[in-house]
């Protein structure tokens, strides 16, 4: 199974800060690479498919970057709803493994 | 508007069997694949499960592969995780979820989760 670790596993920040969360696989996943926000006690939702597509209806201060050292998923401008907890997602084999999560507090 | 209504969760005893509904709404229900990931209290996602739309492919994650069962019904637009053999492990809501696609082709379609459902509980205890 491919492992997805994320880093770090919480960050402190506040309104208007710019955060930056990590993904890396322990093999190559090219682009399938999928980002979901979970606020507390809801169900997660799709933030960023394919590594650097923005879903429809998501805010474009949400973006994410593919590099040779992994996935980056960044908050621009950082805003009282980005509170929460994010989860990257492999979807390049079975099974479909999730990282960690990453909580913004 | 996509809706997705899980049931069928709550309490059950080790060793025992619980059978969760998730009933979809507001889209062709035959034309994508469906999903169940779990999350144990205070912990992060896992993936369950996955049904192709014409649901002759079904995928489980090695931990519930022989004692979960997933279905789905296009008459009445629901899925199903039939669950057996239940253990402590297994204590977490459950969401119902759909998939970018009709089929669950990973490495080869960029699937993702486009719609959750907002969860059932279950609990395995004595």
């Known amino acids: 199974d491919i492992q997805m670790t994320q880093s770090p596993s919480s960050l402190s920040a506040s309104v208007g800060d710019t955060v930056a969360i990590t993904c890396r696989a322990t093999?190559?996943?090219?682009?399938?690479l999928n980002w979901y926000q979970q606020r507390p006690g809801k169900a997660p939702r799709l933030l960023i498919y394919?590594?650097?597509s923005l879903r429809s209806g998501v805010p474009s201060r949400f973006s994410g970057h593919a590099s040779a050292t992994g996935f980056t998923l960044t908050i621009n401008t950082l805003q009282p709803e980005d509170f929460a907890t994010y989860y990257c997602?492999?979807?390049?084999?079975?099974?479909?493994?999730f990282g960690q999560g990453t909580t913004v507090e | 508007e996509v809706q997705l209504l899980e049931s069928g969760g709550g309490l059950v005893q080790p060793g025992g069997s619980m059978r969760l509904s998730c009933a979809a709404s507001?889209?062709?229900?035959?034309?994508?694949?469906m999903t169940w990931v779990r999350q144990a209290p205070g912990k992060g996602l896992e993936w369950v499960s996955t049904?192709?739309?014409?649901?002759?492919?079904?995928f489980y994650a090695d931990s519930v592969k022989g004692r979960f069962t997933v279905s789905r019904d296009r008459s009445s637009s629901t899925q199903y995780l039939q669950m057996t053999s239940l253990t402590t492990e297994d204590t977490a809501v459950y969401f119902c979820?759909?998939?970018?696609?009709?089929?669950?082709?990973?490495?080869?379609?960029?699937?993702?989760?486009?719609?959750w459902g907002q969860g059932t509980r279950v609990t395995v205890s004595s």
């Open positions: 394919a590594a650097a």
């Open positions: 093999q190559d996943i090219y682009m399938f």
């Open positions: 979820a759909k998939e970018a696609y009709s089929d669950f082709r990973t490495g080869q379609l960029y699937t993702r989760i486009t719609e």
């Open positions: 507001g889209f062709n229900f035959n034309n994508y694949a």
């Open positions: 049904i192709s739309g014409g649901g002759g492919e079904t």
């Open positions: 997602q492999q979807t390049y084999s079975v099974p479909p493994t």
